[in-house]
């Protein structure tokens, strides 16, 4: 956590800054009408069964979605001169998969679904809504999973292209490597994933 909060005080907007710390700090959810455990981000996998299936691999994920935007930015700003929101991509990136504390929760030595109906994409973008975001941060967190058949969640900002390719470029890169096969399915062509 300490490296994510070094990451958000680069963040120049000191309301944006302040926000975004808070919420990695502390994640609550606003609507009272929604209860679900929270998990320790600490201790969480990324996903069940995904990238990053293990103890800590939510916080080490988003570490590295954020310093590849980073790198990302300062490459499309050298060669194409790109203008680019650094306080908007920070805070995306590092908070693209925070609601994830209430989508998966601990059984023992095992991760389980607490029942959300909202994905964690949606989840986000609610809580930053509620919380006053900027409404490119809000687009950035809810567009990070690409068009899964919604108009809305199709990047329309460079920012939000970079934190989805970003995201894209770790999960895979980290499934590859730890040799889970839920990302390698989904590059498989559709025939192959038919026998997956």
Sequence with gaps: MKRLIELANKIKNKTLREKTIKLLKEQEISNPEMAYPKAKIEKMPCWIGGHHNYSGGLLEHTLSVTRIVLSLADNFEQIYKAVISRDNLIAGALLHDIMKVFILKQAGKKWDFTGSLLDHAHFTACELYARGFPEEVIHIVASHGGDIGSAGANPR?????LVY?????????ESTLHGTTQLQILFMPPEEKENA
């Excluded at 900002?157 to 292209?161: F, H, K, P, V, Y």
């Excluded at 390719?165 to 890169?173: G, V, Y």
């Design 157 to 161: 900002t460079i920012e939000a292209l």
């Design 165 to 173: 390719w970003a995201d894209m470029i770790d999960s895979a890169t």
